[in-house]
């Protein structure tokens, strides 16, 4: 892993601090979307609404001071998650269980296929992951101090 721009320990502190944060947003990630599984298999679509839009909160916290821009390998299964989303989205508001419980199914096993693919290729390096569990090349500012990191 290559590292550069980096200077003084308030940057490093303030780097630190944005991977304890976009790890406390991949893990919340982590139990809402077994909370809408959860719901789901229950069959409570008013519990599964909720932990969707519980879901979808979490994916658009924002990483506190910190900027980054973030380019991912997996374009393709992205944009199938994307699609996934939506789907699941729409059987939820058009109040399908059915549906619902079919693109959940979908939605998880194009995020296993990503995380499957991800520890494959790099399975000897370390990169941070996304919100969304994807493996992403990262170059992030913080306090205006270019940080990039790539493996």
Do not use: C
Request: charged share 10%; proline share 1%; net charge negative.
């Amino acid at each position: 892993m290559e590292i550069s721009g980096i200077t003084g320990s308030s940057t490093t502190s303030q780097a630190q601090s944005v991977w304890q944060t976009r790890m406390q947003q991949y893990q919340q990630f982590q139990q809402n979307l077994q909370g809408l599984g959860a719901a789901l298999r229950s069959g409570s679509l008013t519990d599964a609404q909720q932990s969707f839009q519980a879901l979808l909160q979490g994916l658009s916290t924002p990483v506190g001071a910190a900027s980054s821009s973030s380019s991912t390998s997996t374009g393709a299964q992205q944009g199938s998650l994307a699609q996934d989303m939506k789907a699941l989205d729409t059987a939820l508001q058009a109040g399908n269980l059915t549906d619902a419980q079919q693109a959940f199914q979908t939605l998880t096993k194009d995020l296993q296929s990503m995380q499957q693919a991800h520890h494959h290729h790099h399975h000897h390096k370390t990169q941070a992951a996304g919100a969304d569990g994807t493996a992403t090349q990262t170059s992030t500012t913080v306090a205006g101090t270019a940080v990039n990191a790539s493996a």
